[in-house]
């Protein structure tokens, strides 16, 4: 959220490689100061689990589908679409990628829930940028009807097959897993010393490397993949341009519409895929209504990380680690407690420095209570647990919403030929 | 002339989107192997007596439901959180009737208020963070709907009282249940009194929106905030009300049930509601009597659905696909006369003579 960058009317800023050096010095800088943070924390409390190679594989697993939907989102509203039918779109995907797994294996069920979410997406394009309708309405009526169709087509399809029923089907094929030999086991045993921040890296490292799903590289790839596509290429200045003023893009010759439904349509590919991650990686098969409001989620996500990619991605993993971090022990969930509590007083301080006062004792206050909260208490209610991701959304929005800046024509309706 | 024509369109297209989406929901029934003639003949059989006063009282909830959103989208607030709302009602309205404070009705009145209070601070939360720090109640609703469910899960797990496999809240009295009315025989059921909530509630959403300067102010802003504010409405306020309002209304939706038949809090809550509503409102375009004719549609399609598997053996979420396709064929419905009115309207400007041009000009 630190890099509030240009209008996307304007050229790309020239990057000299003073500034991009600068840049990268600085997220160094970050990551290692948040590791260090989180590596004190789980010294602190005692409580290994925080960022343990099975906490951290866990948390990975869940932050997928929901930044496959934030990047959906991503996609949708840089041309200035309102995508609230994320949900519909990923629960689509789900069907598809359970149905051609069953018959063709995971790679064609990868292409078969890219396809459905993408039929999804054409829904919504046609409705919204052909018929120019609300796009909160469609997208709404596309989440009814895509649960709708999803539980019907499951009962339908599913239900004399292997492993089947009216509301399920299991014992589907999964993507292959990577597992690096050497790299692996001697990243597990460095984490299993619990040193202070090298077994902590060695942890992240350990995860990525011993038997996790190839889908996960798959996701970060895309995000980087996004992340190019938009703001790099011609195509991208386009597409961002339909969401930011749309009748100038026409005046400069930019087919609007077809860079609108190009959007929609990959957003709803993006969302199906992650109908997949949900069936063939986060789960051992398909369940009708598997989604759970992960659509929703990854709307969230996509706004907290102010319309970017690498923005989406951090507040998607957030989402993932807490819901990762409800399933496993309470001793960690209570441990996370000091990690808001650091984070806030952090922010506390960085407020003090840019003399904004007010806010500062707003984070104060806020940290101070999470402290005590974690001092006070044995441990967190489960269902509290659950409802991290949630609270922290809100406390930070609350916080520090004032920099987030979506795209200006996002939403808005726009039809050919009203320019000028 | 022209009034007749308005009519016959408003009325020609929900019905139309109806016919429309019914033939792609047979089409897809029957693709998918099933029999698309069941399909048709039992949603347009006459219901049972059973069915009738279900639906009678799924209209009144869902009616109520529609209104909480309906406010909000009459000012551009797009209050998702009515799901949320109205559980953290429900929860607090069941608790308050169960404990009994109060004797008889006062009691019922008294957790009615309760509800409101709580569905309405449940959405306030969204209209103190939107007004003082320009949280967009979007997400911040859907945030409140999580944490809800969340909320009263742990409280009914930690708080409530073991009945079999699961906990609830303690039963309201008899002296505080409120008998219904019978209109068949006993096994049909009751049509809920309660559900006259939707009524009033109906009732008093058209006078305040037509009769009523905050009406005016909020359809105002509604239309255009920059417009609305410039003409001194202050529009902070008007928002932190009408969410106010739209979750007060979403604290009623569950009470009918509630002191109707569900005496309490528990396995009996009916969840969904809210997202329901959201589409009925847009069905009935925001609008009060539109709102009324959408939610009894819904609901006529709900309880007629649940034959479908045991007569035809069809999955009962079908009918889901048949009322998102209403939805999205209706507006685009209206969208299409919307255009075809406009291009119309510039014709005749385009045709008629200028006022104040001389004869020689127009001739010319």
Redo the contacts between chains.
Sequence with gaps: MSTVVPEATMPPPPSTPTAAAGRSYRWLLLVLGFLALVSSVRVVSGANEIDSVGTIQAALIATCPILLAALGGVWAERAGIVNIGLEGQMILGTWGAAYFTYYYGPWVGLIGAALLGAVGGILHAIATVTFGVDHIVSGVALNIIGAGAVAFLAEAYFRDLDGGGIKQLTGLETPPKVDIPWLGEAASDLADKHWFMISDFAALIAALTNSISIMVYIVAGLVFFTAWVLWKTTFGLRLRSCGENPQAAETLGVNVYLFKYVAVIVSGVFAGLGGYMLVLVSSSGFVTGQTGGRGYIGLAAMIFGNWRPFGAAGAATMFGYTDAMQLRNADAVHALLLLVAALLLIFTVLRLRKGDRKNAVLFAAVGVAFLAWFLLSDEVPREFAGMTPYVATLLVLALGTQRLRMPAADGKPYRKGEAG | MTRLRNIAIALAAPLLAIVFSLAVTSL?IQI???SASDFISILFSWPADRLLVNIANQTSLIYLSALAAAVGFRMNL?N?GVEGQYRMAAYAGALFAGAAFLPGALNVIGALLVAVAVGAAWAGIAGL?RVT????E???T??????AI??T??LI??YGIKAGDSRRTEAIPESSQVPGWQPFDKAAGEVWTLGLLAVIAGVSFWLVLNKTRFGFDLRATGQSESAAIASGVNSKKMTMVTLLISGGIAGLIWMPSLFGSAHYYGTTFQAGLG?TG??VA?LGRNRALPIAFAALLFAYLNEQSNRLTIEAG??V?????????I??AV??AY??VRRYRLRAEEREVAQAPRPGATTEEVSA
């Excluded at chain 2, 720090?133 to 967009?136: A, F, I, K, L």
């Excluded at chain 2, 859907?142 to 944490?147: H, T």
């Design positions: 897809v998918s192997g099933g797009f998702i963070l720090r320009g949280v967009s979007v997400i911040s859907i945030m409140l709907n999580a944490i969340t909320i899960g742990y797990n930690t997202f959201i589409a847009l069809i999955s979420e079908v009918i889901q696909i048949t009322q998102g396709i939805v999205l507006v685009i969208e299409l």
